[in-house]
Nanobody
């Protein structure tokens, strides 16, 4: 079955960096665009970044442009999110998903930006 396992979150000071990973399984990874979302309590899930099946095209939310970088390794069925210059407002649970497979979600990984 389709599964996503996110990792790499943690507590980081403002201005710091983290790299999130999402290992996917149960589908042909290289056929799907992959998306990172984030969610905070009481708010809707927000699209953070998206990458095309072979990585030739990426899109970012305005709030993270220039600070976050999405990438993927199709040989490992893994998508990454490199986050730098982190701000307290980046605090959220981060999830990955495959475009078109919206019924499937992992457990997410918590990112907390605080001094």
């Amino acid at each position: 079955q389709v599964q996503f396992v996110e990792s790499g979150g943690g507590l980081v000071q403002p201005g710091g960096s983290l790299r999130l990973s999402c290992a996917a399984s149960g589908f042909t990874f290289s056929r799907y665009s992959m998306i990172w979302y984030r969610q905070t309590p009481g708010r809707e899930r927000e699209l953070v970044a998206q990458i095309s099946p072979f990585g030739s095209s990426t899109n970012y939310a305005d709030s993270v442009k220039g600070r976050f970088t999405i990438s993927r390794d199709n040989t490992k069925s893994t998508v990454y999110l490199r986050m730098s210059s982190l701000k307290p407002e980046d605090t959220a649970v981060y999830y990955c998903a495959a475009a078109g497979l919206s019924d499937y979600w992992g457990q997410g990984t918590q990112v907390t930006v605080s001094s």
